[in-house]
């Protein structure tokens, strides 16, 4: 944050560079912001005993307030945009209801929902970070990129996952090339867009249609 003795000194700085009367320096002052409110606890929401197990493991007892408003509009089969500052636990906010509506659903032939992530990269670290979740078979999850051998396509084909994750491309390949992704994404009851903020301009447009 600039004193006012700064700005004035700026200001004074620019008129001279620029030779322009009346040039003011605009600058912002950003707040530090607090830990998001508290929500209720994770022992009166109706969660699986197993993921209540899962989430004390990784020290969260509570959810934040954004999170159970997540939790209970995607239970709800409501479309959700989670916005909230990093490291606030927004993948939370959407894989607990993911993982309580997997637990309690019946046998699938196809997966229950598609994670899609911006780069392989990323949606590779995600996956060791979920996998601290699999708790039963019923919840199981497959990688599809370009890293996937033709090995391990026929394996989630013949046997799916109960979440697939991959990336805005290769769903779309897969929509034009494979049978199997496109049944999948037909039959699946939730896609999910993480990093949605970096869909700008063709980009954006190119999610919008693969949606569609």
Known sequence: ????NVTDSLNEYLVRVFDVPG?????????????????????SIDL??????????????????????????????????IVAGTGTGKTEAFFIPLAKMILSSTARTNPYAIIAYPTKALAR????RFSEYLIYKTLSIG??????????????ASSPPSIIVSNPDM????????????????????????ELHVY???????LHHLIH
């Open 125 to 128: 670290d995600q996956v060791k």
């Open 48 to 81: 699986p005993g197993p993921l209540i197990r899962v989430l004390e493991k990784r020290g969260i007892r509570k959810l934040y307030k954004f999170q159970f408003e997540a939790y209970r509009r995607i239970l709800n089969g409501e479309n959700v945009v």
């Open 23 to 43: 040039v003011r320096v605009i600058y912002e002052k950003v707040e530090e912001r607090g830990e998001p409110e508290e929500g209720p606890d994770i022992y």
């Open 1 to 4: 944050m600039f004193t006012d």
């Open 143 to 156: 990688i599809y990129d370009g890293d996937t051998s033709p090995h391990q396509r026929k394996k989630l």
């Open 171 to 194: 769903i779309h390949i897969g929509l034009v090339y494979s049978p199997h992704i496109r049944k999948f994404t037909e039959n699946a009851e939730f896609l999910v867009f993480d």
């Open 200 to 206: 700008e301009g063709v980009l954006g447009s190119h």
